[in-house]
């Protein structure tokens, strides 16, 4: 059956072209890069006399737009006025001054004017030098100032100077993307791009904005200031922030920081993790991470250049289904017998080739890409057999699983993961490996790993042979098994500069299309270098990017024949049935 052109059912939204019987075209300005917050219990605007960009905060129970030049501004369901310096060093008005002149109302109620419902007057602390690039901000907190402690004030310690100078190398500022961790307490965990011990200053206003938002009984979730937003996540004791630059939309940021947020647990396990900071609030966390840091920095370019994470699905080593069975007899026929086995899986160049699991268990595809993520960040699995607690947050959030970690050749880049329960059971899985590795050289399982591991990409799909040329790209999930799989990257993708440029086309254009209330099932993207299409149906989602002359029904003509080309190779990219231990 030919796609349909899909039906949006989305009420006028200015953000989109919406026509009932076509799939809506928009322009790359007209997607909406900002999820806007919904509220029941409090929304209110307040438009101050200006023509400058806005900036929205939203919230767990509120979500305000304030519109005011080079503006760094909290909004909840209290007012706090803000004092903003431009970058010119020219000193506005305060917002609290400036928002009563107009009429603000919610639920149809007047309030005060802001400048009048906080009575109590508090020092002003100055603050320098903030993320939010090109703002300077005094901030005047009207409450209970963030609680500390002085041994918490000597840890944080950080010269003006050196804060200033460091935020403004040109490196530095030059990032898209930056992810902090911080304590709730407010001490550095984890800073993407350059040092914590640096940054402690631009941590202490991450952590101050969370707490005013929460001494508020209130949640903060998002700023938006132009084309850039920042996130918050608060995970219990742990508070996380993403800062993007990139149009990239709150669900991709927040999926992002869930990501690192599962790799510290996955490192720790919650149990820890919550325990330590109920002891001590204070305490600094990155001594139980020293040397994980590289997991979470392989970790976030993982998310940005792999299509499974950010789908949230798995891809699979291309294979015919009968060898990968043979894969999987030769390991569940040594590892049948050993009792608290619970996972075997056996990945590859950042893909899966087979998975067995003990009856009554069953693996999270993020709890998989944190697995993929060890073996592809940690060199020194290459050298020698390997045993490895690792906590799988979708599993057992507080307990760990032991890992023996092994390649099966010296000459073979796959890697045999066997996971278990019991800490005794080491040898056991090392004699295990052995046999598997024997029946896979004598099954010659082992020499077709080989081959389809060092084949050339365009062996197993050429679009151009299947007569899609006009095809540049594709992206295709399956929804019943949430296996994945994609075309090569070939020209003119072939530079990473060029492929991130696509990959961040498709992140926005799918998290909008999956966040979107009501649902939105087609989008096309048109620009100048491609013209990048997103389909959601019952049985399938995908991501195609065509050359950008192509008609809209010929695009879908194109994208029918596609689909059921890969549904008629299903058994050879993709794992349909996860057999027992």
Not at 20 to 29: D, F, H, K, L, M
Not at 361 to 381: F, K
Request: glycine content about 2%; aromatic content about 8%; charged content about 20%.
């Amino acid at each position: 059956m030919p796609i349909s052109e899909p039906t949006s059912t989305l009420n006028n939204d200015s953000e989109f072209e919406v026509d009932p019987s076509r799939v809506p075209a928009v322009t790359p300005t007209e997607i909406p890069t900002e999820v806007p917050f919904k509220s029941t219990s409090f929304v209110s605007s307040v438009e101050l006399p200006t023509d400058a960009p806005s900036l929205e905060i939203g919230s767990n129970s509120a979500a305000v737009t304030y519109t005011m030049p080079a503006a760094v501004s909290l909004v909840t369901s209290s007012y706090i006025p803000v004092k903003v310096s431009s970058a010119n060093n020219e000193e506005l008005s305060d917002l609290s001054e400036c928002a009563a002149q107009p009429a603000v109302k919610t639920n149809g109620d007047a309030l005060p004017a802001a400048s009048n419902i906080h009575e109590d007057d508090f020092e002003a602390r100055r603050i320098e030098g903030t993320f939010l690039n090109d703002f300077e901000t005094n901030v005047n907190i009207k409450g209970e100032p963030v609680a500390s402690t002085s041994n918490l004030e000597k840890d944080l310690v950080v010269e003006e100077s050196d804060l200033r100078d460091f935020i403004e190398t040109e490196a530095w500022r030059a990032e898209q993307r930056h992810v902090f961790v911080l304590s709730s307490s407010g001490k550095p965990v984890y800073s993407r791009h350059g040092s914590e011990d640096k940054l402690v200053t631009m941590f202490g206003v991450m952590q101050a904005l969370v707490s005013i938002v929460e001494d508020s009984d209130d949640k903060i979730e998002s700023i938006h200031f132009g084309k850039n937003v920042i996130v918050f996540q608060v995970r219990g004791p742990i508070i996380l922030v993403a800062v993007s630059k990139k149009n990239d939309s709150v669900l991709f940021c927040n999926n992002q920081l869930t990501y690192v947020y599962n790799q510290i647990v996955s490192v720790l396990t919650l149990k820890q993790v919550t325990s330590i900071f109920e002891r001590r609030q204070n305490y600094d966390l990155r001594r139980l991470l020293t040397g994980s840091e590289r997991l979470i920095d392989h970790l976030l370019q993982f998310y940005e250049t792999e299509p499974s994470i950010f789908m949230n699905g798995i891809s699979c080593i291309p294979m015919p289904s009968a060898h990968r069975e043979s894969v999987s007899s030769a390991i569940i026929s040594a590892c049948s017998k050993i009792k608290n086995l619970v996972f075997a899986v056996l990945v590859a160049n950042n893909k899966l080739i087979s998975l067995a699991r003990k009856r009554g268990y069953s693996m999270s595809p993020s709890d998989l890409h944190l697995i993929l993520n060890m073996v592809a960040a940690s060199e020194s699995l290459k050298t020698a057999e390997s045993w490895t607690p690792i906590c799988l947050p979708n599993f057992n959030a507080d307990g760990f699983l032991y890992a023996h970690v092994s390649y099966m050749s010296d000459n073979c880049p796959a890697c045999l993961l066997l996971l278990t329960v019991d800490q005794e059971l080491f040898f056991q899985l090392s004699e295990a490996k052995m046999k598997i590795t024997e029946k896979l050289v004598k099954n010659k399982s082992m020499t077709l790993i080989n081959e389809v591991l060092k084949a050339p990409p365009s062996l197993w799909m050429s679009l151009h042979a299947l007569g899609l040329s006009k095809i540049r790209h594709f992206i295709y999930k399956c929804r019943k098994t949430s296996n994945v799989v994609s075309s090569p990257m070939s020209p003119p993708y072939s530079n990473p500069e060029e492929a991130n440029a696509l990959f961040t086309k498709y992140q926005t254009l799918y998290t909008n299309m999956i966040d979107s209330n009501p649902q939105i099932h087609g989008l096309f993207q048109v620009s100048a270098e491609e013209t990048v299409i997103c389909l959601l149906t019952e049985k399938f989602e995908i991501l195609v990017a065509v050359e950008p002359m192509v008609k809209k029904q010929l695009a879908l003509d194109l994208i029918t024949k596609l689909c059921q080309w890969v549904q008629s190779e299903e058994d050879r990219f993709f794992l349909s049935n996860v057999p027992y231990l």
